[in-house]
Protein backbone atom coordinates (compact mmCIF):
# COMPACT_ATOMS: atom_id res chain seq x y z
CA UNK A 1 0.00 0.00 0.00
CA UNK A 2 1.48 3.57 -0.89
CA UNK A 3 -0.10 6.91 -0.19
CA UNK A 4 -0.89 6.67 -4.11
CA UNK A 5 -2.48 3.69 -4.25
CA UNK A 6 -4.52 4.99 -0.83
CA UNK A 7 -5.88 7.80 -3.31
CA UNK A 8 -7.02 6.14 -5.91
CA UNK A 9 -8.64 3.24 -3.81
CA UNK A 10 -10.64 6.41 -1.78
CA UNK A 11 -12.01 7.46 -5.42
CA UNK A 12 -13.89 4.62 -5.16
CA UNK A 13 -15.53 5.19 -1.81
CA UNK A 14 -16.49 8.09 -2.88
CA UNK A 15 -19.42 6.97 -4.96
CA UNK A 16 -20.49 4.48 -1.67
CA UNK A 17 -20.09 7.38 0.78
CA UNK A 18 -21.21 10.45 -1.18
CA UNK A 19 -19.70 13.97 -2.19
CA UNK A 20 -20.43 15.60 1.47
CA UNK A 21 -19.09 13.02 3.74
CA UNK A 22 -16.57 12.38 1.58
CA UNK A 23 -15.33 15.53 1.76
CA UNK A 24 -15.42 15.76 5.45
CA UNK A 25 -14.76 12.60 6.45
CA UNK A 26 -12.65 10.59 4.17
CA UNK A 27 -10.55 13.26 1.97
CA UNK A 28 -8.45 14.45 4.59
CA UNK A 29 -7.42 11.30 5.87
CA UNK A 30 -3.44 10.73 4.94
CA UNK A 31 -2.27 7.25 4.85
CA UNK A 32 0.75 6.65 7.03
CA UNK A 33 2.14 2.89 6.75
CA UNK A 34 1.06 -0.78 6.79
CA UNK A 35 2.87 -3.40 9.37
CA UNK A 36 1.64 -6.11 11.03
CA UNK A 37 -1.78 -6.10 9.18
CA UNK A 38 -2.46 -2.78 10.27
CA UNK A 39 -3.34 0.27 8.29
CA UNK A 40 -2.46 3.82 10.11
CA UNK A 41 -3.96 6.94 8.96
CA UNK A 42 -2.97 10.25 9.96
CA UNK A 43 -6.09 12.20 11.11
CA UNK A 44 -6.29 15.87 11.96
CA UNK A 45 -7.82 15.99 14.97
CA UNK A 46 -8.67 12.91 17.49
CA UNK A 47 -12.82 13.50 17.39
CA UNK A 48 -12.21 13.06 13.92
CA UNK A 49 -10.32 10.17 14.38
CA UNK A 50 -13.02 8.68 16.47
CA UNK A 51 -15.58 9.39 14.01
CA UNK A 52 -14.17 8.01 11.10
CA UNK A 53 -13.16 4.95 12.62
CA UNK A 54 -16.97 4.65 14.15
CA UNK A 55 -18.51 5.51 11.21
CA UNK A 56 -16.51 4.27 8.24
CA UNK A 57 -13.70 2.11 9.38
CA UNK A 58 -15.57 -0.88 7.23
CA UNK A 59 -16.10 0.79 4.41
CA UNK A 60 -11.99 1.59 4.57
CA UNK A 61 -10.79 -1.69 5.41
CA UNK A 62 -13.58 -3.83 2.77
CA UNK A 63 -11.86 -1.39 0.38
CA UNK A 64 -8.24 -1.75 1.46
CA UNK A 65 -8.84 -5.41 1.47
CA UNK A 66 -9.36 -5.10 -2.40
CA UNK A 67 -5.93 -4.50 -2.09
CA UNK A 68 -4.18 -5.83 0.34
CA UNK A 69 -5.94 -8.91 2.12
CA UNK A 70 -3.59 -9.03 5.13
CA UNK A 71 -4.80 -5.68 6.12
CA UNK A 72 -7.46 -6.82 9.22
CA UNK A 73 -7.15 -3.53 11.26
CA UNK A 74 -7.29 0.33 11.01
CA UNK A 75 -5.95 2.52 13.18
CA UNK A 76 -6.11 6.44 13.36
CA UNK A 77 -3.58 9.00 14.65
CA UNK A 78 -3.13 12.56 15.07
CA UNK A 79 -0.06 13.72 13.18
CA UNK A 80 2.55 15.90 14.87
CA UNK A 81 2.71 18.43 11.95
CA UNK A 82 -1.18 17.54 10.50
CA UNK A 83 -3.20 20.64 9.75
CA UNK A 84 -6.47 21.05 9.54
CA UNK A 85 -7.86 20.80 5.75
CA UNK A 86 -10.11 23.87 4.75
CA UNK A 87 -13.32 21.46 4.86
CA UNK A 88 -16.57 22.06 2.51
CA UNK A 89 -18.36 25.56 2.40
CA UNK A 90 -16.74 27.03 5.42
CA UNK A 91 -19.25 29.47 7.29
CA UNK A 92 -16.94 31.99 8.49
CA UNK A 93 -13.20 32.41 7.39
CA UNK A 94 -11.20 28.92 8.85
CA UNK A 95 -8.97 29.85 11.44
CA UNK A 96 -5.38 29.70 10.96
CA UNK A 97 -4.44 25.87 10.68
CA UNK A 98 -3.96 24.43 14.20
CA UNK A 99 -0.67 23.09 14.83
CA UNK A 100 -1.67 19.98 16.66
CA UNK A 101 0.55 18.82 19.51
CA UNK A 102 1.83 14.79 19.21
CA UNK A 103 -1.11 12.49 20.06
CA UNK A 104 0.49 11.86 23.19
CA UNK A 105 -0.53 14.60 24.34
CA UNK A 106 -4.68 15.24 22.36
CA UNK A 107 -6.23 11.96 24.32
CA UNK A 108 -9.60 14.10 24.15
CA UNK A 109 -12.25 11.78 25.20
CA UNK A 110 -14.11 9.82 22.98
CA UNK A 111 -17.38 10.13 22.49
CA UNK A 112 -19.51 7.52 23.41
CA UNK A 113 -22.01 6.33 19.88
CA UNK A 114 -25.01 5.69 21.91
CA UNK A 115 -25.63 9.48 23.32
CA UNK A 116 -27.19 11.11 20.73
CA UNK A 117 -30.29 13.24 20.59
CA UNK A 118 -32.72 9.99 19.22
CA UNK A 119 -31.87 8.47 22.40
CA UNK A 120 -32.11 11.02 25.39
CA UNK A 121 -35.60 10.86 26.56
CA UNK A 122 -37.11 14.14 27.31
CA UNK A 123 -39.43 14.99 30.82
CA UNK A 124 -39.82 17.97 32.81
CA UNK A 125 -37.02 17.75 34.82
CA UNK A 126 -34.94 17.90 31.68
CA UNK A 127 -36.80 19.51 29.10
CA UNK A 128 -34.92 23.13 29.42
CA UNK A 129 -31.40 21.31 29.22
CA UNK A 130 -32.63 19.47 26.11
CA UNK A 131 -33.90 22.20 24.49
CA UNK A 132 -30.71 24.20 25.22
CA UNK A 133 -28.32 21.40 23.55
CA UNK A 134 -30.64 21.16 20.87
CA UNK A 135 -29.98 25.21 20.31
CA UNK A 136 -26.47 24.90 20.55
CA UNK A 137 -26.59 22.02 18.26
CA UNK A 138 -27.68 23.53 15.52
CA UNK A 139 -24.64 25.75 14.71
CA UNK A 140 -26.23 28.96 14.11
CA UNK A 141 -25.15 32.19 15.59
CA UNK A 142 -23.68 32.16 19.16
CA UNK A 143 -26.59 33.83 21.43
CA UNK A 144 -25.55 32.36 24.52
CA UNK A 145 -22.13 32.10 25.99
CA UNK A 146 -21.02 29.60 27.50
CA UNK A 147 -24.13 27.20 27.79
CA UNK A 148 -23.48 25.64 31.08
CA UNK A 149 -25.15 22.72 32.05
CA UNK A 150 -25.05 21.08 35.44
CA UNK A 151 -27.16 18.61 37.98
CA UNK A 152 -26.66 16.10 40.17
CA UNK A 153 -24.93 12.39 39.16
CA UNK A 154 -26.25 10.31 36.46
CA UNK A 155 -28.46 12.95 35.10
CA UNK A 156 -27.33 13.20 31.30
CA UNK A 157 -24.71 16.37 31.32
CA UNK A 158 -22.37 13.77 29.78
CA UNK A 159 -25.40 12.53 27.72
CA UNK A 160 -26.24 16.19 26.22
CA UNK A 161 -22.40 16.82 25.45
CA UNK A 162 -22.26 14.35 23.22
CA UNK A 163 -25.21 14.79 21.64
CA UNK A 164 -24.55 18.33 20.40
CA UNK A 165 -20.89 17.13 19.26
CA UNK A 166 -22.46 14.63 17.21
CA UNK A 167 -25.18 16.09 15.68
CA UNK A 168 -22.82 19.44 14.68
CA UNK A 169 -20.47 17.00 12.85
CA UNK A 170 -23.76 16.36 11.12
CA UNK A 171 -24.86 19.75 10.35
CA UNK A 172 -22.09 21.83 10.80
CA UNK A 173 -18.77 19.76 9.43
CA UNK A 174 -16.95 22.77 9.09
CA UNK A 175 -16.85 23.50 12.41
CA UNK A 176 -13.56 22.36 14.72
CA UNK A 177 -15.62 20.92 18.16
CA UNK A 178 -13.03 19.55 20.95
CA UNK A 179 -15.04 18.05 23.62
CA UNK A 180 -12.62 17.23 26.59
CA UNK A 181 -13.41 16.47 30.50
CA UNK A 182 -11.82 19.70 32.65
CA UNK A 183 -9.33 16.87 33.71
CA UNK A 184 -7.68 16.52 30.54
CA UNK A 185 -7.53 20.05 30.05
CA UNK A 186 -5.44 20.39 33.09
CA UNK A 187 -3.52 17.31 32.11
CA UNK A 188 -3.12 18.44 28.81
CA UNK A 189 -2.27 22.45 30.47
CA UNK A 190 0.19 20.81 32.29
CA UNK A 191 1.66 17.94 30.15
CA UNK A 192 2.37 21.55 27.82
CA UNK A 193 4.12 23.73 30.53
CA UNK A 194 6.59 20.80 31.23
CA UNK A 195 7.73 20.53 27.36
CA UNK A 196 7.69 23.65 27.36
CA UNK A 197 4.83 23.90 24.42
CA UNK A 198 2.14 26.35 25.72
CA UNK A 199 2.49 28.19 21.94
CA UNK A 200 0.85 25.32 21.16
CA UNK A 201 -1.87 24.53 23.67
CA UNK A 202 -3.03 28.05 22.94
CA UNK A 203 -3.29 27.76 19.93
CA UNK A 204 -5.13 24.54 19.51
CA UNK A 205 -7.96 25.90 21.77
CA UNK A 206 -8.04 28.85 20.85
CA UNK A 207 -8.22 28.01 17.15
CA UNK A 208 -11.58 25.62 17.98
CA UNK A 209 -14.85 27.20 16.62
CA UNK A 210 -16.77 25.26 19.25
CA UNK A 211 -15.21 23.79 22.88
CA UNK A 212 -16.78 21.53 25.22
CA UNK A 213 -15.69 20.99 28.80
CA UNK A 214 -17.59 18.34 31.03
CA UNK A 215 -17.27 18.26 35.05
CA UNK A 216 -15.67 21.87 35.23
CA UNK A 217 -15.75 21.14 38.65
CA UNK A 218 -12.76 19.56 38.64
CA UNK A 219 -10.42 22.77 38.46
CA UNK A 220 -11.75 24.37 41.40
CA UNK A 221 -8.86 24.84 43.81
CA UNK A 222 -6.36 23.91 40.95
CA UNK A 223 -5.19 27.93 40.24
CA UNK A 224 -2.77 28.02 37.16
CA UNK A 225 -5.36 25.77 35.67
CA UNK A 226 -7.98 27.81 36.57
CA UNK A 227 -6.40 30.57 35.01
CA UNK A 228 -5.75 28.97 32.06
CA UNK A 229 -8.72 28.14 31.24
CA UNK A 230 -9.97 31.71 32.26
CA UNK A 231 -7.95 33.38 29.42
CA UNK A 232 -8.92 30.29 27.24
CA UNK A 233 -13.08 31.35 28.24
CA UNK A 234 -12.03 35.15 27.25
CA UNK A 235 -10.20 34.66 24.00
CA UNK A 236 -12.89 32.47 22.83
CA UNK A 237 -15.70 34.63 23.94
CA UNK A 238 -13.99 37.32 22.47
CA UNK A 239 -14.15 35.79 18.85
CA UNK A 240 -17.79 34.64 19.61
CA UNK A 241 -16.77 30.73 19.48
CA UNK A 242 -19.57 28.52 21.24
CA UNK A 243 -18.27 27.52 24.84
CA UNK A 244 -20.37 24.29 26.18
CA UNK A 245 -19.85 23.24 30.31
CA UNK A 246 -20.89 21.12 32.40
CA UNK A 247 -21.06 20.46 36.12
CA UNK A 248 -22.29 18.86 39.22
CA UNK A 249 -23.53 21.91 40.87
CA UNK A 250 -24.54 25.64 39.72
CA UNK A 251 -21.49 28.24 39.27
CA UNK A 252 -22.05 30.18 42.57
CA UNK A 253 -21.51 26.72 44.41
CA UNK A 254 -18.71 25.59 43.00
CA UNK A 255 -16.11 25.97 46.13
CA UNK A 256 -12.45 27.10 45.55
CA UNK A 257 -13.44 28.86 42.15
CA UNK A 258 -12.60 32.12 41.82
CA UNK A 259 -14.98 34.79 41.71
CA UNK A 260 -14.13 35.90 38.26
CA UNK A 261 -14.08 32.16 36.44
CA UNK A 262 -17.55 31.51 38.48
CA UNK A 263 -18.91 34.96 37.21
CA UNK A 264 -17.79 34.16 33.67
CA UNK A 265 -19.53 30.63 33.65
CA UNK A 266 -22.44 32.69 34.51
CA UNK A 267 -22.51 35.13 32.08
CA UNK A 268 -24.52 32.92 29.20
CA UNK A 269 -27.56 30.16 30.20
CA UNK A 270 -27.41 28.43 33.01
CA UNK A 271 -29.33 25.44 32.70
CA UNK A 272 -30.09 22.89 35.74
CA UNK A 273 -30.69 19.25 35.08
CA UNK A 274 -33.52 18.33 37.56
CA UNK A 275 -33.48 15.11 39.62
CA UNK A 276 -35.41 13.01 37.07
CA UNK A 277 -39.03 12.28 38.18
CA UNK A 278 -40.93 9.08 37.88
CA UNK A 279 -42.88 9.93 34.41
CA UNK A 280 -39.24 10.68 33.12
CA UNK A 281 -37.82 7.51 34.63
CA UNK A 282 -40.57 5.12 33.82
CA UNK A 283 -39.96 7.01 29.75
CA UNK A 284 -36.12 5.68 29.79
CA UNK A 285 -37.01 2.32 31.27
CA UNK A 286 -39.45 1.84 27.92
CA UNK A 287 -36.69 3.40 26.30
CA UNK A 288 -34.14 1.27 27.36
CA UNK A 289 -36.41 -2.00 26.86
CA UNK A 290 -36.20 -0.98 23.27
CA UNK A 291 -32.50 -1.47 23.09
CA UNK A 292 -31.82 -4.50 24.97
CA UNK A 293 -34.69 -5.95 23.17
CA UNK A 294 -32.92 -6.06 20.27
CA UNK A 295 -30.15 -8.41 22.08
CA UNK A 296 -32.70 -10.03 23.48
CA UNK A 297 -35.68 -10.48 21.44
CA UNK A 298 -37.30 -13.51 22.92
CA UNK A 299 -37.10 -12.01 26.38
CA UNK A 300 -40.45 -10.25 27.26
CA UNK A 301 -41.12 -7.95 31.21
CA UNK A 302 -44.70 -8.81 32.53
CA UNK A 303 -47.18 -5.66 33.21
CA UNK A 304 -45.70 -3.74 36.59
CA UNK A 305 -42.33 -4.81 36.48
CA UNK A 306 -41.41 -1.24 34.63
CA UNK A 307 -43.62 1.21 36.68
CA UNK A 308 -41.83 -1.07 39.90
CA UNK A 309 -38.39 -0.13 38.92
CA UNK A 310 -39.46 3.68 38.00
CA UNK A 311 -40.94 4.06 41.43
CA UNK A 312 -38.06 2.20 43.72
CA UNK A 313 -34.57 3.07 41.71
CA UNK A 314 -34.65 7.24 41.98
CA UNK A 315 -31.01 7.79 42.71
CA UNK A 316 -30.14 8.17 39.57
CA UNK A 317 -30.48 6.80 35.64
CA UNK A 318 -26.93 5.17 35.32
CA UNK A 319 -28.23 3.08 38.41
CA UNK A 320 -31.46 2.63 36.56
CA UNK A 321 -29.88 1.46 33.45
CA UNK A 322 -27.34 -1.00 35.18
CA UNK A 323 -30.69 -2.47 37.04
CA UNK A 324 -32.15 -2.80 33.17
CA UNK A 325 -29.42 -4.47 31.83
CA UNK A 326 -28.71 -7.09 34.78
CA UNK A 327 -32.41 -7.84 34.16
CA UNK A 328 -32.12 -8.98 30.71
CA UNK A 329 -28.96 -10.90 31.71
CA UNK A 330 -30.22 -12.26 34.44
CA UNK A 331 -33.80 -13.40 32.44
CA UNK A 332 -31.82 -15.01 29.73
CA UNK A 333 -29.51 -16.89 31.59
CA UNK A 334 -32.07 -18.69 33.20
CA UNK A 335 -34.61 -18.57 30.73
CA UNK A 336 -37.62 -16.96 32.63
CA UNK A 337 -39.80 -14.30 31.52
CA UNK A 338 -38.94 -10.94 33.74
CA UNK A 339 -41.33 -10.74 36.44
CA UNK A 340 -41.90 -9.40 39.49
CA UNK A 341 -40.35 -12.22 41.95
CA UNK A 342 -37.38 -12.46 39.14
CA UNK A 343 -36.86 -8.54 39.47
CA UNK A 344 -36.75 -8.80 43.73
CA UNK A 345 -34.86 -11.71 43.49
CA UNK A 346 -32.04 -10.51 40.40
CA UNK A 347 -31.81 -6.91 42.09
CA UNK A 348 -32.67 -7.35 45.88
CA UNK A 349 -28.94 -5.30 46.59
CA UNK A 350 -29.77 -2.70 44.26
CA UNK A 351 -33.54 -2.05 45.99
CA UNK A 352 -32.22 -2.44 49.50
CA UNK A 353 -29.62 0.24 48.55
CA UNK A 354 -32.10 2.64 46.96
CA UNK A 355 -34.96 2.60 49.56
CA UNK A 356 -35.39 5.80 51.32
CA UNK A 357 -33.69 6.67 54.22
CA UNK A 358 -34.54 10.07 54.09
CA UNK A 359 -37.07 10.58 57.38
CA UNK A 360 -40.43 13.33 57.98
CA UNK A 361 -38.53 14.03 61.30
CA UNK A 362 -35.35 15.31 59.01
CA UNK A 363 -37.08 16.88 56.62
CA UNK A 364 -38.68 19.30 59.42
CA UNK A 365 -35.54 19.44 61.34
CA UNK A 366 -33.47 20.87 57.88
CA UNK A 367 -36.43 23.00 56.53
CA UNK A 368 -37.04 24.77 59.95
CA UNK A 369 -32.98 25.18 60.64
CA UNK A 370 -32.96 26.63 56.49
CA UNK A 371 -36.03 29.34 56.95
CA UNK A 372 -34.89 29.98 60.91
CA UNK A 373 -37.68 28.81 62.79
CA UNK A 374 -38.54 26.88 65.77
CA UNK A 375 -39.59 23.07 64.63
CA UNK A 376 -42.51 23.38 67.28
CA UNK A 377 -43.72 26.26 65.30
CA UNK A 378 -43.48 24.26 62.05
CA UNK A 379 -45.32 21.48 63.35
CA UNK A 380 -47.57 23.33 65.87
CA UNK A 381 -50.95 25.20 65.00
CA UNK A 382 -50.53 28.76 64.17
CA UNK A 383 -50.93 29.84 60.46
CA UNK A 384 -49.01 32.72 60.16
CA UNK A 385 -47.02 32.69 56.74
CA UNK A 386 -43.75 32.27 58.59
CA UNK A 387 -44.72 29.22 59.63
CA UNK A 388 -46.69 27.78 57.02
CA UNK A 389 -44.80 28.14 54.51
CA UNK A 390 -42.18 26.36 55.41
CA UNK A 391 -44.39 24.20 56.79
CA UNK A 392 -45.43 23.49 53.08
CA UNK A 393 -41.78 23.42 51.59
CA UNK A 394 -41.82 20.26 54.32
CA UNK A 395 -45.14 19.02 53.90
CA UNK A 396 -44.00 18.72 49.92
CA UNK A 397 -40.34 17.30 50.30
CA UNK A 398 -41.86 14.76 52.79
CA UNK A 399 -44.19 13.39 49.66
CA UNK A 400 -41.71 13.66 46.70
CA UNK A 401 -38.94 12.39 49.52
CA UNK A 402 -40.35 9.69 51.70
CA UNK A 403 -42.78 6.68 50.37
CA UNK A 404 -45.36 7.87 53.19
CA UNK A 405 -48.71 8.57 52.77
CA UNK A 406 -50.34 11.70 52.67
CA UNK A 407 -52.45 10.78 56.01
CA UNK A 408 -49.07 9.48 57.95
CA UNK A 409 -46.99 12.34 56.50
CA UNK A 410 -50.57 14.56 57.86
CA UNK A 411 -50.50 13.00 61.62
CA UNK A 412 -46.39 13.81 61.73
CA UNK A 413 -47.36 17.56 61.06
CA UNK A 414 -49.31 18.00 64.26
CA UNK A 415 -51.80 15.47 63.66
CA UNK A 416 -53.34 17.24 60.27
CA UNK A 417 -55.77 16.43 57.67
CA UNK A 418 -55.01 14.54 54.16
CA UNK A 419 -56.15 17.20 52.52
CA UNK A 420 -54.47 20.01 54.07
CA UNK A 421 -51.16 18.21 52.86
CA UNK A 422 -52.24 18.12 49.52
CA UNK A 423 -53.05 21.17 50.09
CA UNK A 424 -49.72 22.73 50.61
CA UNK A 425 -47.68 19.95 48.02
CA UNK A 426 -50.10 21.71 45.34
CA UNK A 427 -49.02 25.54 46.56
CA UNK A 428 -45.51 24.35 46.53
CA UNK A 429 -45.66 22.64 43.16
CA UNK A 430 -47.01 25.93 41.89
CA UNK A 431 -44.99 28.09 43.52
CA UNK A 432 -41.91 25.95 42.34
CA UNK A 433 -42.61 27.45 38.84
CA UNK A 434 -43.85 31.28 39.88
CA UNK A 435 -41.08 31.93 42.32
CA UNK A 436 -37.10 30.94 41.74
CA UNK A 437 -36.44 31.51 45.63
CA UNK A 438 -38.76 28.51 46.22
CA UNK A 439 -37.31 26.67 43.24
CA UNK A 440 -33.98 27.52 44.65
CA UNK A 441 -34.58 26.59 48.16
CA UNK A 442 -36.35 23.30 47.22
CA UNK A 443 -33.43 22.72 45.51
CA UNK A 444 -30.87 23.13 47.94
CA UNK A 445 -32.95 21.76 51.02
CA UNK A 446 -33.51 18.40 48.97
CA UNK A 447 -29.42 17.73 48.17
CA UNK A 448 -28.28 18.50 51.36
CA UNK A 449 -30.67 16.03 52.66
CA UNK A 450 -29.66 13.44 49.72
CA UNK A 451 -26.31 13.98 50.89
N1 LIG B 1 -32.86 11.65 29.67
C1 LIG B 1 -32.11 10.56 29.41
N2 LIG B 1 -32.46 9.73 28.42
C2 LIG B 1 -31.74 8.62 28.16
N3 LIG B 1 -30.64 8.25 28.84
C3 LIG B 1 -30.25 9.04 29.85
C4 LIG B 1 -30.95 10.23 30.18
N4 LIG B 1 -30.33 10.82 31.23
C5 LIG B 1 -29.27 10.04 31.53
N5 LIG B 1 -29.22 8.98 30.70
C6 LIG B 1 -28.22 7.89 30.71
O1 LIG B 1 -27.72 7.76 32.04
C7 LIG B 1 -26.33 7.49 32.02
C8 LIG B 1 -25.61 8.56 32.81
O2 LIG B 1 -25.68 9.79 32.10
P1 LIG B 1 -24.45 10.82 31.97
O3 LIG B 1 -23.17 10.06 31.95
O4 LIG B 1 -24.74 11.75 30.87
O5 LIG B 1 -24.59 11.55 33.38
P2 LIG B 1 -23.81 12.79 33.96
O6 LIG B 1 -24.84 13.76 34.35
O7 LIG B 1 -22.75 13.23 33.02
O8 LIG B 1 -23.17 12.13 35.25
P3 LIG B 1 -21.80 12.42 36.02
O9 LIG B 1 -22.11 13.51 36.99
O10 LIG B 1 -21.51 11.13 36.70
O11 LIG B 1 -20.76 12.82 35.02
C9 LIG B 1 -25.92 7.45 30.56
O12 LIG B 1 -25.87 6.11 30.14
C10 LIG B 1 -27.02 8.20 29.84
O13 LIG B 1 -27.22 7.74 28.54
Not at 363 to 378: A, G, K
Request: with cysteine.
Amino acid sequence: MTQEKWGQLRQRLLKTVGQNNFTTWIEPLEFQQLEDGIATFNVPTNFMGNYVSQNFADLILHELRTENATINRLNFTVAANMSEKPRSMPAKPLAAPAKVAPSSALNTAPLDRRFTFDSFVVGKPNELAHAAAKRVAEGGPVTFNPLFLYGGVGLGKTHLMHAIAWELQQTRPDLSVLYLSAEQFMYRFVQALRDRKMMDFKEIFRNVDVLMVDDVQFIAGKDSTQEEFFHTFNALVDQNRQIIISADRAPGEIKDLEDRVKSRLQCGLVVDLHPTDYELRLGILQSKVEQQSQNYPDLSIAPGVLEFLAHRISTNVRVLEGALTRLFAFASLVGREIDMDLTQDCLADVLRASERKITIEEIQRRVSEHYNIRLSDMIGPKRLRSYARPRQVAMYLSKHLTSRSLPEIGRRFGGRDHTTVMHGVRRIEELKVQDGQIAEDLEMLRRALEA
